[in-house]
């Protein structure tokens, strides 16, 4: 592939795309939302409130969107960690692992997945993918349609666009990290109501050494 070295001779449109990714994206949540299992959501919330700990994992931009729950579960209380950093100690049993993968395929989130049923640790998955092997091997699936890195993009941008096929305009796997990022900030919206957490308990725990 060819490195895009200079832009000088792009012209900047009307920023069209913009707005309409941004329209198209507001859309997918709205069509997520109403198909959001809330069984799933109700175990996933009981398990993160029994678990004696949290570790979150995830790979790329799916990775970022775990350390962002991760972050908001500390200034709750919990006592989480991040799968992959120096000091996260070993999983056990008790525990309860969540890994974040809109495939349910990521090699080695998946690999990861196997070593916690192992353990004999709760596992579960925020995907687009129920039939995965994340999918197949949790304890908790919680699926969030949406387009992934690894579906198909027939057409490109510039086809899709003439022929008014707007549904899988933003990139990648752009649409699950995004729906996902929301689901799990609404998951930690439900916790605060559920332990009364205040906002000044939440910030007590911020960092102060940034």
Request: net charge negative; proline share 2%.
């Amino acid at each position: 592939m060819e490195k895009v070295t200079h832009v000088e001779k792009v012209q900047v449109n009307d920023c069209e795309e913009v707005l309409l990714s941004m329209r198209m994206i507001a859309e997918t949540l709205n069509e997520v939302i109403d198909v959001l299992d809330r069984k799933a959501i109700k175990a996933m919330i009981q398990k993160i409130l029994e678990g004696e700990r949290i570790f979150l994992m995830g790979a790329g931009r799916s990775g970022l969107v775990a350390k962002a729950f991760a972050m908001r579960l500390m200034h709750l209380g919990f006592s989480v960690y991040v799968v992959g950093e120096t000091i996260t100690p070993a999983v056990k049993p008790e525990d309860v692992v969540i890994a974040i993968s809109g495939s349910g395929e990521t090699r080695s989130i998946a690999d990861l997945g196997k070593i916690v049923k192992d353990i004999g640790s709760t596992l579960i998955t925020v995907t687009s993918k129920k039939e995965s092997t994340l999918g197949r091997i949790s304890d908790i699936v919680m699926i969030l349609p949406s387009k992934t890195k690894n579906d198909l993009d027939a057409g490109g941008y510039l086809e899709r666009n003439l022929r008014g096929d707007y549904k899988n305009m933003p990139p990648l796997g752009t649409s699950f990290e995004i729906t996902s990022l929301i689901f799990l900030d609404s998951i930690i919206a439900q916790l605060i109501t559920l332990t009364g957490a205040s906002e000044a308990e939440l910030k007590s725990r911020h960092t102060n050494i940034e």
